[in-house]
């Protein structure tokens, strides 16, 4: 009855409010669910992802010649480590057709391509991370946007009734409060989500490194002998 009686109030609170400060909780319920979608999204991507170049690593152990990296990357095809171990051997086929005689020049350019395709894995990963720390910033300085022009018209409204009852002033402030709480509600979980996710990339990135070493380790036995 007690939770029912402050979701009444709450819900009476945000109906009296002026357009302003409903559009601010509207912005502010729209930025939650982003969050939330955004983070929900890269999580189940995320646990993808290390599972498949777990996986990829795991296999990669006892390969020893390109046949056996290109088998690999023929059992795991749909996946993002499948994909970079296709797109790498792919380069290197262009490489030995074009300069057949060119070893260390071949390996040079294998070496970049490994490292500039580990970089844009890594920022892949990164992507749509920004979208929860710029709402976990602004989600507060929104509620506190909406506080203060809640304010602003609740003393306006003590001095048209020329009264400082609390009975003027209770609803007013408590309006006005209620985009702070609003905002730190998306804010606090944003923040969360952000280092929680920021901290899974780095995982990756790890992971991600560790791949195209063994692969650079394969390749250079390859080119170089």
């Known amino acids: 009855m007690f939770d029912n009686l402050i979701g009444n109030t709450l819900w009476h609170l945000v109906y009296n409010s002026d357009w302003l400060s409903k ?15 955004v983070f ?25 010649t390109l046949n056996d990296v290109n088998a690999v ?10 994909r970079f171990l296709t797109q790498t051997l792919m380069v290197l086929s262009t490489l030995e057709e074009l300069q057949p005689d060119k070893t260390r020049r071949n390996w040079d ?44 018209h609740a003393f306006i409204s003590i001095s048209e009734r020329q009264s400082a009852d609390i009975t003027v002033v209770a609803p007013g402030i408590a309006a006005a409060l209620l985009t702070t709480l ?20 780095r995982k990756i990135e790890t992971q991600i490194v560790g791949l195209a070493d063994k692969v650079s380790f394969i390749m250079q036995q390859a080119l170089l002998g």
């Open 109 to 152: 350019i294998m070496q970049y391509h490994l490292d500039q395709t580990a970089d844009r894995l890594i920022a892949d990963e990164e992507s749509y991370l920004p979208v929860l720390s710029t709402c976990a910033a602004v989600a507060t300085l929104l509620g506190l946007f909406g506080t203060v022009w809640g304010l602003i």
């Open 40 to 64: 929900l999204c890269k999580f189940i991507l995320m646990r993808l992802r290390k599972r498949d170049i777990r996986r990829v690593q795991d296999q990669l152990q006892a390969v020893r």
């Open 23 to 37: 559009s601010v909780l509207i912005t502010l319920f729209i930025m939650s669910v982003l969050c939330w979608t």
């Open 182 to 201: 609003a905002g730190l509600v998306v804010a606090i979980p944003a923040l969360i989500m952000y280092n929680y996710l920021l901290n899974q990339v």
């Open 73 to 82: 990357a023929a059992s795991c095809a749909h996946t993002m480590p499948g």
